[in-house]
């Protein structure tokens, strides 16, 4: 019987409340909790939710150059988790029928293949951000993760616990404000940049001057390079600086959107829909180096607007303008955030407190995911609401190297009259073998 088979039937029986688990069978052991691997090892891996994370056991990792996998193994000692695995490949390592759980660590241009394969191979998988790097990789991570009934979350949490970034609130009170109706029943104005507490980190690009260096020993790095075009190597493209190349991610706003927009498209309500027009302002970009931009605006078919505000000429403006002219703005001392009216007037603090304990409360969310693997109950941030959320800034990027606007069709999930636009959304035929056929049969 699989362990969480076997733990899921156990708590249902009452067994746990009866005798611990760690006096059953030992705080380790294989039937007392879930286990979990690591495909790649490099600064995000460290994180909590990674190596150090409690919940379930760490039992292996692997990543395409050897020293980090030496390293790993030493770290997960020193974490208290004994000796664990080091796998040949991330292959083999979702191949072993004694992994629940694959954590994906590697860099955004095999977020995709891994999590289809994995989910293939029978396990429940938690992914880094972003999800995906184009559409058409994040529409086929959804199709497979349904289809093998796996459980998915991505490594975001701001929809649902913690200080969203330079608010200074979590996400909750905003989201009352908006699902209550409390900014009018019209369209909504959204602007998001360094102004309204998020920096889009244009220190992420690329460098096209680089010269070919000599490959680090113990480095496999066709297998890093993996789906995306093969490069002759440089430190530049392997370091932590690989951000900075469209192959493997999209700068900082590849970095930072799945953290910043996924909360956004939580609490503006649009977890089912994406944006039906993009428009762009700023520099045509490299084709392989990441750039900054001035301005994208993503509009919704409601008329909601969301501008990603990159040249911080927006930067006094209010995160959220209703349609009756009520504005939304980020705490600034106080106990939380600033509501202003349409004539200028600020709300005192008193107000906006007895509002928000009067507004009924978002719906609870299912915010663990060893609970999830075990009961098989969709986690708060899954394939499906996280795949548009991915969407967001994926419309988003493909504006940015056409160097223009588009229109996109939310349904279809194709740009309208557009083959220069689907060419980005949709870039299976870049991807290298065997790992297109790996991703979509």
Same mark, same amino acid.
């Given at each position: 019987?699989?362990?969480?088979?076997?733990?899921?039937?156990?708590?249902?029986?009452?067994?746990?409340?009866?005798?611990?688990?760690?006096?059953?069978?030992?705080?380790?052991?294989?039937?007392?909790?879930?286990?979990?691997?690591?495909?790649?090892?490099?600064?995000?891996?460290?994180?909590?939710?990674?190596?150090?994370?409690?919940?379930?056991?760490?039992?292996?990792?692997?990543?395409?150059?050897?020293?980090?996998?030496?390293?790993?193994?030493?770290?997960?000692?020193?974490?208290?988790?004994?000796?664990?695995?080091?796998?040949?490949?991330?292959?083999?390592?979702?191949?072993?029928?004694?992994?629940?759980?694959?954590?994906?660590?590697?860099?955004?241009?095999?977020?995709?293949?891994?999590?289809?394969?994995?989910?293939?191979?029978?396990?429940?998988?938690?992914?880094?951000?972003?999800?995906?790097?184009?559409?058409?990789?994040?529409?086929?991570?959804?199709?497979?993760?349904?289809?093998?009934?796996?459980?998915?979350?991505?490594?975001?949490?701001?929809?649902?616990?913690?200080?969203?970034?330079?608010?200074?609130?979590?996400?909750?009170?905003?989201?009352?404000?908006?699902?209550?109706?409390?900014?009018?029943?019209?369209?909504?104005?959204?602007?998001?940049?360094?102004?309204?507490?998020?920096?889009?980190?244009?220190?992420?690009?690329?460098?096209?001057?680089?010269? =070919?260096?000599?490959?680090?020993?113990? &480095? *496999?790095? #066709?297998?890093? %390079?993996?789906?995306? !075009?093969?490069?002759?190597? +440089?430190?530049?493209?392997?370091?932590?600086?690989?951000?900075?190349?469209?192959?493997?991610?999209?700068?900082?706003?590849?970095?930072?959107?799945?953290?910043?927009?996924?909360?956004?498209?939580?609490?503006?309500?649009?977890?089912?829909?994406?944006?039906?027009?993009?428009?762009?302002?700023?520099?045509?970009?490299?084709?392989?180096?990441?750039?900054?931009?001035?301005?994208?605006?993503?509009?919704? =078919?409601?008329?909601?607007?969301?501008? &990603? *505000?990159? #040249?911080?000429? %927006?930067?006094?403006? !209010?995160?959220?303008?209703? +349609?009756?002219?009520?504005?939304?703005?980020?705490?600034?001392?106080?106990?939380?955030?600033?509501?202003?009216?349409?004539?200028?007037?600020?709300?005192?603090?008193?107000?906006?407190?007895?509002?928000?304990?009067?507004?009924?409360?978002?719906?609870?969310?299912?915010?663990?995911?060893?609970?999830?693997?075990?009961?098989?109950?969709?986690?708060?941030?899954?394939?499906?609401?996280?795949?548009?959320?991915?969407?967001?800034?994926?419309?988003?990027?493909?504006?940015?190297?056409?160097?223009?606007?588009?229109?996109?069709?939310?349904?279809?999930?194709?740009?309208?009259?557009?083959?220069?636009?689907?060419?980005?959304?949709?870039?299976?035929?870049?991807?290298?073998?065997?790992?297109?056929?790996?991703?979509?049969?």
């Amino acid at each position: 019987m699989k362990r969480r088979e076997f733990l899921k039937g156990a708590a249902a029986l009452g067994a746990f409340n009866i005798v611990p688990a760690k006096v059953l069978w030992g705080a380790t052991a294989p039937s007392n909790q879930l286990t979990r691997a690591l495909i790649g090892f490099g600064e995000i891996a460290h994180s909590a939710n990674h190596l150090p994370f409690k919940g379930s056991r760490l039992v292996g990792l692997t990543d395409c150059y050897a020293p980090r996998v030496a390293a790993g193994l030493a770290a997960a000692e020193k974490c208290g988790w004994g000796k664990i695995k080091g796998y040949k490949n991330f292959i083999e390592l979702i191949n072993d029928p004694g992994v629940d759980i694959v954590h994906i660590c590697t860099p955004p241009h095999w977020h995709g293949v891994q999590s289809v394969m994995a989910a293939k191979a029978g396990k429940d998988v938690w992914c880094e951000k972003p999800m995906t790097r184009t559409v058409g990789e994040g529409k086929r991570v959804r199709e497979v993760i349904q289809a093998q009934k796996r459980m998915f979350r991505l490594n975001t949490w701001f929809r649902f616990k913690d200080s969203f970034y330079g608010f200074g609130t979590t996400v909750e009170p905003i989201r009352q404000i908006v699902e209550n109706g409390l900014l009018g029943n019209g369209p909504l104005k959204c602007v998001f940049g360094e102004g309204q507490g998020f920096t889009w980190k244009f220190g992420w690009s690329g460098r096209v001057q680089d010269k =070919a260096q000599m490959i680090p020993e113990g &480095l *496999d790095w #066709d297998m890093w %390079l993996g789906p995306a !075009p093969w490069k002759p190597y +440089s430190d530049h493209r392997f370091g932590t600086s690989f951000r900075g190349y469209w192959d493997y991610d999209s700068g900082g706003l590849g970095d930072m959107a799945q953290h910043y927009l996924d909360p956004l498209q939580y609490l503006l309500c649009k977890d089912e829909t994406s944006p039906v027009k993009i428009d762009y302002k700023g520099l045509k970009q490299h084709p392989e180096a990441v750039g900054s931009f001035d301005r994208f605006t993503l509009t919704y =078919a409601d008329g909601t607007e969301v501008i &990603l *505000d990159g #040249d911080v000429s %927006l930067k006094d403006e !209010p995160l959220l303008r209703g +349609s009756n002219g009520l504005c939304v703005y980020k705490k600034q001392g106080g106990k939380t955030l600033r509501i202003r009216e349409a004539d200028g007037t600020w709300w005192p603090e008193e107000k906006v407190l007895k509002t928000l304990a009067e507004l009924p409360k978002p719906a609870q969310q299912q915010t663990d995911f060893i609970d999830s693997c075990l009961n098989r109950k969709t986690f708060a941030l899954n394939e499906s609401n996280g795949f548009r959320s991915s969407t967001m800034f994926n419309l988003a990027i493909v504006a940015w190297r056409l160097g223009r606007g588009f229109e996109f069709d939310p349904v279809t999930l194709h740009a309208k009259n557009d083959e220069a636009a689907e060419r980005f959304l949709y870039q299976d035929d870049m991807m290298r073998q065997p790992w297109r056929k790996e991703m979509f049969g």
